[in-house]
């Protein structure tokens, strides 16, 4: 299978051929400066052709016929992949793309006005220059469509927020996704048993915190802007100062110039946005080309150390993108004080780092016995969009719905320990049933036990049965709040980092230390299952639910779990089953995903592809 990937900007689009599965190129076009008298059309790397266009759907119009006259004998192209930059709320993961999508991308422009008008420009090019191939729109925000609300909501009025989509998206979703799991490979393990901290540095900058393969925290917002110093843009600045610079009669247009054009490294050091001019002259004693050295590095350290603390601590540290993979000196300015998080450099290393050399694309550069290792990965954006696309297009044929998936809301409770169960009921007390559950061996209890948490407690919480290796507590959202524990959402027996509470039985009392979370929504299904869904263990889907009050949700973020002993149902808490009106007997519809999502998983959609395309 190939596919062409195209990305389009402003002035410049990018268009590859790739293997989906292997990331090889067999063919490259490049179109610069669009819209200037010097617009070149590169094949290749052959020599460049004059490009005299006005516009990016003028140059489609060129480069696409060039493309395919390029084509090596033999290839043929499965689809086409757009990368987009803004996907709003609406678009959480990779998508086909029809009248209706394209509308919605439309729809996007006021809120990324330099990035989704030339996406679009390209989409419509392409749809109908290559009309016989599908268009999969692969989104830079899905990746952050796991952002809790605390992450992703501003302190502003909710009515504003709410009228005017103001929250935080996130961007570079895709370069993020796809190097986090570059460093899982390195590292021999699975994604999500890992804290992560990937530092995007390039012309545009941003930092991502990923735990157990999702991104729970990031640096940019609503728009590109905040966050870290980048090439123009300023990053993270007081409101206050745009009050003030309005009051002294700055236009909305000289704003947005100033903040986009005219600010980051450029605006600090009068030197431009290319950092290896800037170390050169900060190395001759520039005295503004050194201050702005100092700022982007310490921006960057502040971040990955805000970003332990929401993580409970960091596994790995990864540095991607023009800088991130390319200065060694800025490498060693933000990591050089990060002993204590046992994030230890190694100079020699750092200044031989190259990724790019390395069959695997990553470089470590950390000092043997590091307890957090520090990466260098090189990032393959075009090869992270074709895998994402590839995989919608390979599940095209698969009729996902034709078996219904029951759901089931599952209660706040508790799993113990014999020993604990020993202690909250009384010495040799075994659990007693009381009516089995829909998974084979699992009970619910005659006994319950008190939740007593920092602010209040909660009464007759239902113990399940049988006793496990280690005590368990799952709760809602509304329990959380009403108990006063900030509990992650983890899959069941995910417990590191966990808050712990006071258990009370008619025997006694136990602290648990560890082991309060809130269920991360997920089916349970046998190999079988699996098997007819297309799925495996640890994939993250979509299940759309209809409801009888025509509250049909679809919710995202759904966890795979299989396993021979199980039987095929959906689980929720009951916040999310009361937010769908669900009733008894409810059933759920997998939905077939793609986006970059699909990057979370045991696995990826690189291990799975080459036998699909057989």
């Known amino acids: 299978?190939?596919?062409?990937?195209?990305?389009?900007?402003?002035?410049?689009?990018?268009?590859?051929?790739?293997?989906?599965?292997?990331?090889?190129?067999?063919?490259?076009?490049?179109?610069?400066?669009?819209?200037?008298?010097?617009?070149?059309?590169?094949?290749?790397?052959?020599?460049?052709?004059?490009?005299?266009?006005?516009?990016?759907?003028?140059?489609?119009?060129?480069?696409?016929?060039?493309?395919?006259?390029?084509?090596?004998?033999?290839?043929?192209?499965?689809?086409?992949?757009?990368?987009?930059?803004?996907?709003?709320?609406?678009?959480?993961?990779?998508?086909?793309?029809?009248?209706?999508?394209?509308?919605?991308?439309?729809?996007?422009?006021?809120?990324?006005?330099?990035?989704?008008?030339?996406?679009?420009?390209?989409?419509?090019?392409?749809?109908?220059?290559?009309?016989?191939?599908?268009?999969?729109?692969?989104?830079?925000?899905?990746?952050?469509?796991?952002?809790?609300?605390?992450?992703?909501?501003?302190?502003?009025?909710?009515?504003?927020?709410?009228?005017?989509?103001?929250?935080?998206?996130?961007?570079?979703?895709?370069?993020?996704?796809?190097?986090?799991?570059?460093?899982?490979?390195?590292?021999?393990?699975?994604?999500?048993?890992?804290?992560?901290?990937?530092?995007?540095?390039?012309?545009?900058?941003?930092?991502?915190?990923?735990?157990?393969?999702?991104?729970?925290?990031?640096?940019?917002?609503?728009?590109?802007?905040?966050?870290?110093?980048?090439?123009?843009?300023?990053?993270?600045?007081?409101?206050?100062?745009?009050?003030?610079?309005?009051?002294?009669?700055?236009?909305?247009?000289?704003l947005d110039h100033l903040l986009n054009r005219q600010s980051g490294l450029a605006g600090l050091s009068g030197l431009g946005n290319d950092l290896r001019d800037i170390e050169e002259q900060a190395a001759d004693g520039n005295e503004r080309a050194q201050l702005a050295i100092h700022i982007y590095a310490h921006r960057v350290r502040k971040y990955i150390g805000a970003y332990t603390a929401i993580l409970g601590g960091v596994d790995g540290i990864v540095f991607t993108g023009g800088i991130g993979e390319n200065s060694a000196l800025m490498r060693h300015r933000i990591t050089q004080r990060l002993d204590f998080l046992g994030a230890r450099l190694d100079e020699e290393a750092n200044r031989e780092a190259d990724a790019t050399v390395r069959r695997d694309g990553v470089a470590d550069f950390s000092t043997r016995g590091s307890r957090s290792r520090l990466l260098v990965v090189a990032t393959d954006e075009e090869h992270a969009i074709a895998m994402s696309a590839a995989r919608l297009l390979l599940d095209r044929d698969r009729v996902r719905g034709a078996r219904p998936i029951p759901v089931a809301v599952s209660a706040r409770h508790v799993h113990l320990t014999q020993s604990h169960v020993e202690a909250l009921f009384g010495e040799g007390h075994t659990l007693t049933e009381r009516n089995p559950l829909s998974q084979p061996g699992q009970f619910a209890c005659e006994e319950t036990v008190t939740l007593i948490g920092p602010k209040r407690s909660l009464e007759r919480v239902r113990v399940l049965g049988p006793a496990r290796p280690e005590s368990q507590v799952e709760i809602s959202r509304t329990d959380e709040f009403f108990l006063g524990i900030d509990a992650p959402v983890r899959a069941s027996g995910d417990i590191n980092n966990t808050p712990g509470i006071v258990l009370e039985g008619p025997a006694g009392r136990v602290t648990l230390e560890r082991g309060v979370i809130c269920a991360w929504r997920h089916i349970h299904m046998t190999p079988e299952d699996s098997d007819h869904f297309g799925v495996a263990d640890g994939d993250i889907v979509e299940v759309a639910v209809s409801s009888a009050e025509q509250r049909d949700l679809v919710f995202g973020g759904v966890l795979i779990r299989v396993s021979p002993s199980f039987q095929l149902e959906m689980h929720i808490d009951t916040d999310e089953g009361n937010a769908a009106g669900l009733c008894k007997d409810a059933r759920g519809v997998l939905l077939a995903t793609g986006g970059t999502a699909s990057l979370q998983r045991r696995g990826t959609i690189h291990d799975r592809i080459p036998e699909a395309a057989e």
């Open 1 to 254: 299978m190939h596919l062409l990937v195209l990305n389009c900007g402003s002035s410049s689009i990018k268009a590859d051929v790739l293997d989906p599965a292997t990331g090889e190129r067999v063919l490259r076009a490049r179109a610069e400066r669009i819209g200037t008298e010097a617009g070149v059309l590169r094949i290749n790397g052959a020599a460049p052709t004059g490009l005299v266009t006005v516009d990016v759907a003028s140059a489609i119009e060129r480069l696409l016929p060039a493309l395919l006259d390029a084509l090596p004998d033999g290839i043929t192209l499965a689809g086409t992949a757009h990368r987009v930059v803004h996907g709003g709320e609406r678009f959480t993961h990779s998508v086909r793309i029809d009248d209706e999508v394209e509308a919605g991308i439309e729809a996007l422009n006021p809120i990324a006005p330099l990035h989704n008008p030339a996406n679009l420009a390209g989409i419509r090019g392409a749809r109908r220059l290559l009309s016989g191939l599908e268009h999969i729109a692969v989104f830079d925000t899905a990746f952050h469509a796991t952002l809790p609300r605390r992450a992703r909501s501003y302190a502003l009025p909710a009515s504003l927020t709410r009228e005017h989509g103001i929250r935080r998206y996130g961007f570079h979703g895709i370069s993020h996704a796809y190097v986090a799991q570059r460093a899982a490979d390195y590292l021999v393990g699975d994604l999500r048993d890992l804290r992560l901290i990937t530092c995007h540095l390039g012309n545009g900058a941003s930092v991502c915190a990923v735990e157990y393969g999702r991104s729970i925290e990031t640096s940019m917002g609503m728009t590109p802007l905040e966050g870290l110093v980048m090439g123009t843009r300023c990053g993270d600045l007081d409101p206050g100062i745009l009050l003030h610079l309005l009051r002294e009669g700055y236009t909305e247009e000289q």
